[in-house]
């Protein structure tokens, strides 16, 4: 999900500098007294390690693909959302500058879709609310602060990956970059940051649960106790529980969320047919005659004003799985293209020298 | 898992080449910060039918690259990380605009063809400028620029201190991920027994880690504040670099210099 | 030099890591600190640097260790991390040399005095600006000690100096650590090493002192290492 500078204008990179900047400060200020100069090495060493762990494939059961960490969640629920947006600005900012992973212009912009939704919006929104929540209370301390742990981290991945891959969406899409229409970019993007967001919320909560169970001191806002009851259900069943609802939730929420633009577009595509029909109303109330003319017209204007953007809207899936599959071939004729120029560049060179 | 061992080998090239001297390496870094963000920026601007236009600023990275010794091939390596969103976006742009350009016999360049070239150029080329930012600068010397330019003290010692860690996580994860592996032949990745257990052993070692590194810090008077290298001040060669560029730059913005060359021997 | 007086130390009550501790430890002298693991080694230098608060008199050059006197303490008394990784935290061994000295307010100009003079005296100025990720184990291990002589400590506190080093870079630690004037006191596992670089050794059991004396003395006791979980040090083992 990392943007390239390439994707953004000027402008949309600015904009999202701007944003990134005054979350930065306002989490300094937070942070800024001697008590939380002890995080500091804590935040270092945490994000240093999400960094290497994000490098380790996750074999998915029943799949041949891997699924990798997210970063936002665990370090908002181990640190803090201030401190874990910092280090994720830090993690996204080495990535920049030494992986060439997105680029330093959209670093603020990455910054933004990944750390400001995964640790603000994930933490405010779905960590606090949840751990604070009476959910699962009759499980017993430990089995309560797990499921809830899962839940949250899920959830939250679920969430945040959904608005970030919007975001991206967005971005590109007001830096006029793209020429795929939005509605079929956002049908592309959320459904896949579905799927990855699953995964990592199960990555992220299982790596918690583990914490959580060692020093339940360290993750945020969790149950501290005795040792509660065994809990009833293993951590694995519980896993595939929720993995099913969240399935099911998070596709009712990318669904919302690729719908909403159609009903933006609706909405203009109303207002317009409101107007015409104000307009015919006139025509009849004059010429009463003429109004058939006017509704030909009128027909006429309309097929040629929406005829393709409709067309679009009615074929959704299909034209999405044609631009899809055509992006992937394209894709992967561009992959192959571009190793043949690589390597022939390669073996010219080490002919020369 | 191959991603680690790469990611170890990328990091000491980029530091042995930062380590390296030439007349870019002795560049204040904020001049050389400021020339990468002015060139990126001036980039990206471009409009995206501008192709001829945009390969003119294809000179600053080729020259600078011979400047400061390194070979250009290097940074195409980490197009992998940038061509993929650039490339999904980029590519599908042939087939939504058709509007004709130019008819290369019976051929026709269409719009979209020329945006997406114009975007994978964009791509490369800002990739290619921050490459040389980072394979010419040491991150010591990025976060004292950092300093100087007022970003907050707490985001920037952080950064510091995280670079220095990678290096240790990465092989601290490197290997677990080794013994894992040995005893798990013919598993491609973590299984989801181990999913929490791996990495979660690890943070908690980290946080043994962190406080044995804050005791360490206290005990050398560790009050918040970081000290870099004096580097060499703000010179005269640094703002002839950043001026001479940034008019070029601008300049090439403003005229598309490749057509004006071309004019000269087309007519 | 050093005073410890009826000090303890615990984490839980019932289980005391230092347990009532009384010794002393004159100017110049070096001293091997040796015991089983969990005897309270690491306790005793933490407690010393103010790390840890236990109950007691602890005194480093007649001021006594408190909450007023822990800066002015940590700049009399050095300490060498048993992990290199986590004493040097800066990207380059120059910026962990300059770290400590110009926290302790020394002028950038002293404290580049200073960088030059410890480093050409270990021998190690081709270090200087090296990356602290890349440079090997026994390097590591050496900067580390660097980084502590530059603040010109009069005490200096080792944890395990000698570990997962080849023996070549062992053997450089240990002649660097013979060299050093400073007032001494070395953790470790590694009898050989106590008996080439200290004079005296304390020898602890569950946090109480089972033996002080003269090293050769202690390191020859057979029976005494044996009881606190010890062997003879192979120099003293007879080859079968």
Redesign the interface.
Known sequence: ??????????AV?ATMYAATAVT??TS?KT??N?EN??K??????????V???Q???????GT?S?GH?CGGMMLSA?LGPQAGF??M???L??Q??????????ALGANCWNMAFYGCFVGYYLLWKPIMGSKLFAKLGTKATGRAKIILACVLGCVVTLQLGAFS?VLE?TVS??????FQA?VGIMQPIHLAIGLVEG??T???????YE??PE?VMDAPIGEAGLPSKCS??TT?IILAVVVAIVGGGLSLAASSNPDGLEWSMFGNTEAGYSENMGLDEEHYGLSSGAAEIAGSIQEKTAFLPDYAFVNSESAAGTT?SG??GS??VG??AA?ICV?GG??RR?KATV | ?D??PQ?QS???E??TLA?ADSPVHRLHPICKLSV??LY??I???FP?YDLSGLTAMVLYPVIAYQMAGIPI?L??R??R?????????????P???HTPFVTLGSFTVTG?II?MLT??F??CF??M???L??ATT???S?CAALRKLHV?E??V??????????????E??GIM?QSYRLRSPG???????A??????????R??D??????????????????????GSPFGFGDAVFLLGWGIAFLCARRWNLPAVAGSIFVR | MIQFKNVSFSYAPEHPVVENLSFSIQAGESVGLIGANGAGKSTIM?LM?G?LQGTGEISVGNIPVNRQNL?EI??K???V?Q?S???M????V??DM???P???GLS?EETERRVDKVLSRLGLMELK?R????ISGGEKRMAAIA?ILA?EPEVILMDEPSTALDPVNRRTVINTIRTLPQTKLIASHDLDMILDTCQRVILLSHGNIAADGDTKDILRNQSLLEKHRMELPLCFQRRV
């Open positions: 999900m990392h943007m390239a500078d390439a994707l953004l204008s000027p990179a930065v400060g300094v942070l800024r001697d100069l002890a500091l090495p804590t935040m270092a060493v945490t994000s240093a390690l960094f290497a762990g490098m380790i494939n996750y074999t998915i059961p041949g891997s960490l181990l910092l280090s600005v830090v993690i900012t080495i920049s500058l030494f992986f060439a992973d997105g680029g330093l212009l991206v590109t006029g970059i793209s020429e795929l229409p970019f199960l990555i909560s299982a790596v918690l649960v583990f914490v060692a020093r360290l951590l694995k896993l631009v055509l992006v394209v894709l561009g992959a571009l690589l560049f390669f060179r | 898992m991603k680690l990611a990328e990091l000491r980029m530091d380590a990468t963000l990126i920026v980039v990206v601007s995206k091939r940074c195409f980490k197009l990380y940038v061509l993929p969103l650039v490339c999904a976006v980029g590519l599908v742009n087939f939504l605009d979209g945006s975007l994978l964009k791509g800002s990739l400028a921050s490459f930012l980072i040491s991150i010591d990025i907050p707490l985001l010692t952080l950064l510091l201190l995280t670079y220095r860690y990678i290096g240790v996580m990465l601290e994860v991920s598993q491609k990745g973590i299984h989801i027994s999913w929490g257990s791996f990495l979660g052993q690890l943070l908690l980290s946080m880690r962190a406080q044995e590194l804050y005791s360490s810090m206290l005990l050398r008077g560790f009050r918040g504040e970081f000290f870099y290298a004096q | 933490k640097l790390l800066s940590r700049k008394v050095g300490f991390l992990d990784d986590n004493q935290f800066m990207p380059t120059y910026q300059i770290f400590g110009r926290n302790y950038p600006f990356h602290n990720h890349k980084t603040m």
